[in-house]
C-alpha cells in the first residue's frame, strides 16, 4: 500500500512542479492586447531570435500574473519598441504567462 502511495505522490508531484522557462530578447511587432471579454486574459504576439521557449506568442491568465500590469508593460514595450523577457510558467505552455520585464 505504501509503494502505491508514494508512485502516485511522485507522479503528481511531476504534474505540479512544471518546468519554467525564460524566453528573451522578444519584440512584440504583432498583436499586443486584452484576450477576452472579461480582461483576465492579456495577449501578445513574439518574434524572437532565440526563441528559447519556442513561443511566437504569450498569454498571461489571472491566474499566473496581474493581467492589466502585464498588458502595461507589454504596451510600454511596443510603443517605445523595446524588447522584453518573459518567463513561463509552464515551459511547455505559451499560455502561462508569468512576468515580464523592458529589456
Not at 55 to 60: A, E, H, P, W
Amino acid at each position: 500500500m505504501k509503494f502505491c502511495v508514494s508512485i502516485i505522490v511522485l507522479m503528481l508531484s511531476r504534474v505540479v512542479f512544471a518546468e519554467t522557462c525564460t524566453q528573451t530578447e522578444n519584440q512584440l511587432n504583432g498583436l499586443v492586447g486584452v484576450d477576452s471579454a472579461s480582461g483576465n486574459l492579456v495577449y501578445g504576439s513574439l518574434v524572437s531570435e532565440k526563441n528559447q521557449c519556442g513561443c511566437n506568442f504569450v498569454r498571461f491568465k489571472e491566474q499566473n500574473a496581474d493581467t492589466q500590469k502585464s498588458l502595461s508593460v507589454l504596451m510600454a514595450a511596443k510603443l517605445a519598441r523595446s524588447t522584453v523577457r518573459v518567463d513561463f510558467q509552464d515551459s511547455e505552455d505559451c499560455n502561462s504567462g508569468w512576468r515580464v520585464y523592458l529589456e
